[in-house]
């Protein structure tokens, strides 16, 4: 974070000093929600959570070199005090924002964020510094944690906003007002809490709604509900996916023998090949959205062609795929799970499988509300049209409507299989997996299915 003194923070967040030792002292370092993350200079925001109280540590982030705490009392320690930490935190993160101006990326859609992410941030930083979101750390507290990492040297900030209803993404915008807004795609992710496809799709274009008019708004022209959103900015569009008419476009897409995408790359500057070393076709939408930014901000066509060639996978657990010394590869996609990101993980998988047995070990996908019938029977019985050897739906009554789509499908016998837990599921495979087969692990994070991968990666599962 640029440096500030407490004396300036406090009058951005509107608090009050408590314990500020003689001469004012100045946060250099980290804003940091956990202790054991205190860095030297750095400032600790106290937040009270279901099982943990932040103020019951400020001695000890103090005694760690934290410079002060921020929090709703008096810690008997250096500290800003203020009504609401979550806010204050927010308010800091829009004025170091505004001092710094870096060009402010943000982007959204119902699935593929983090990877987009990821790639927009691996084509800036080839043009200048960049700080992007880790992992998925896009909501109220993680988006400002995220910008006040920035510095004075900092050139672009990507930064990824979710959303759970309308108005979170507008609140966002308010906290890091972007320059660029990217909505890559409206699905199914969450569609019980929001109640449809079209209430996602209200929520998802609030992020062109807040874009000024020398801004840009980076639309899929593929889908149709965020293609619409053109309608609603007063910035200047820009399309990216395979539609004739997109402004940056892919045409002969193929997938390599391992799996990977490989395309033409059009933009309004020139075309150039690219191959990526992510795993599934459904990348090929991902690059085109950090293709499209790069383009905005200058990079010539062979430069992001080349950079989306080199790129590689940023977060855990997305389509992460590690080779055993049996010849097993392991796919682990269990950060999380929608119907759209399952349906493109079991393409890839099928794709990477050519020849080989495949398993897919997938668990239940959450907050699908009324849809989560017909959303788990579609992906079962899609894992049979796609020729998938072995499905294991891993969990309770979602998981077994998986297992049912699947043989309502047809697969019957021993090709789809029910079990009660990740442990069943390791037990399971323990016993039958044999070397030169691929696995795909992937669910919902409440399911904790990557311990499943991590059995499976660490060789707790030995193939026969």
């Excluded at 600790?44 to 000890?60: L, P």
């Excluded at 590689?312 to 119907?339: F, I």
């Excluded at 090709?415 to 837990?421: A, G, K, L, R």
Aim: proline fraction near 4%; glycine fraction near 10%; include cysteine.
């Amino acid at each position: 974070m640029i440096a500030l003194s407490l004396a300036e923070i406090a009058s951005i967040v509107g608090g009050q000093p408590y314990d500020i030792p003689d001469g004012d002292r100045r946060i250099t370092g980290s804003v940091v929600i956990d202790s054991r993350k205190v860095e030297p200079g750095g400032l600790f925001a106290a937040f009270v959570g279901e099982q943990v109280d932040g103020h019951d540590y400020a001695e000890r982030a103090i005694d760690s070199g934290a410079a002060a705490v921020l929090a709703t009392r008096p810690v008997g320690v250096p500290a800003i005090v203020v009504d609401d930490v979550e806010k204050a935190l927010g308010a800091l993160a829009r004025a170091v924002v505004a001092r710094l101006g870096t060009t402010l990326v943000a982007l959204t859609g119902s699935a593929g964020k983090t990877s987009t992410k990821d790639l927009i941030a691996q084509l800036l930083q080839r043009k200048a510094p960049t700080v992007w979101t880790p992992g998925s750390l896009n909501n109220e507290i993680g988006l400002p944690l995220t910008a006040l990492t920035a510095t004075e040297e900092t050139r672009h900030l990507v930064l990824e906003m979710g959303a759970r209803g309308i108005g979170h993404i507008r609140y966002l915008t308010g906290l890091t007002p972007p320059e660029i807004g990217v909505v890559l795609n409206v699905g199914s992710a969450h569609i019980g809490e929001f109640g449809g496809r079209e209430q996602i799709a209200e929520a998802k274009g609030e992020l062109v709604e807040a874009l000024p008019e020398d801004g840009t708004a980076i639309l899929n022209a593929d889908d149709p509900l965020v293609r619409a959103m053109a309608s609603r900015t007063k910035a200047p569009v820009l399309l990216f996916g395979e539609a004739e008419d997109a402004d940056v476009r892919a045409e002969n897409v193929r997938l390599t023998e391992q799996g990977q995408p490989s395309f033409t790359l059009h933009t309004p500057s020139g075309c150039s090949d690219v191959t990526l070393r992510l795993y599934g076709e459904h990348h090929v939408s991902n690059a085109l959205a950090a293709a499209a930014v790069a383009h905005r901000l200058g990079m010539s066509t062979d430069e992001i062609a080349v950079a989306l060639s080199e790129a590689g996978n940023l977060s855990r657990w997305r389509m992460e795929v590690t080779e055993r010394p049996d010849g097993v590869t392991v796919v682990n996609d269990a950060y999380n799970a929608n119907p759209e990101s399952m349906r493109a993980a079991l393409r890839a998988l099928a794709a990477m499988g050519r020849g080989r047995r495949t398993w897919a070990v997938l668990g239940q996908m959450a907050e699908l509300g009324d849809e989560a019938l017909a959303e788990h029977d579609a992906v079962g019985r899609l894992a049979v049209r796609l020729n998938v050897s072995k499905l294991v739906a891993v969990g309770g009554r979602e998981a077994s409507w998986l297992q049912l789509g699947a043989y309502n499908e047809g697969s019957w016998g021993e090709e789809s299989v029910h079990v009660s837990d990740a442990q069943a599921a390791v037990d399971l495979l323990r016993s039958e997996l044999r070397p030169g087969d691929v696995v795909l692990v992937k669910a919902s994070r409440s399911v904790g299915l990557e311990k499943v991968a991590f059995a499976l990666v660490e060789g707790e599962v030995s193939g026969r």
